[in-house]
């Protein structure tokens, strides 16, 4: 799995588009990412990170159906 962040709207949470944050991901199911352990937890991004996490976790859930 790769992932780009091509827009964001928010001023608060940016640092979820810093490539090493992302490379973290690189060859990871994101049915099995785990915020905090897989990728590791950002201060000051926590409910952008968050919500990055777990919409990846739907999508692939939605395409393992």
Same mark, same amino acid.
């Given at each position: 799995?790769?992932?780009? $962040? ?6 608060? %949470?940016?640092? $979820? ?9 690189? %060859? ?7 915020? %905090? ?5 950002? @201060? ?14 739907? $999508?692939?859930?939605?395409? @393992?159906?």
């Amino acid at each position: 799995m790769r992932i780009s $962040i091509l827009e964001m709207e928010s001023d608060y %949470g940016y640092q $979820i588009a810093s490539k090493p944050w992302l490379r973290q991901m690189e %060859g990871k199911s994101a049915c099995q990412l785990q915020y %905090g352990k897989t990728p590791d937890a950002i @201060s000051e991004a926590t409910v952008s990170a968050k919500s990055l996490v777990e919409d990846l976790k739907n $999508i692939c859930y939605l395409l @393992s159906e």
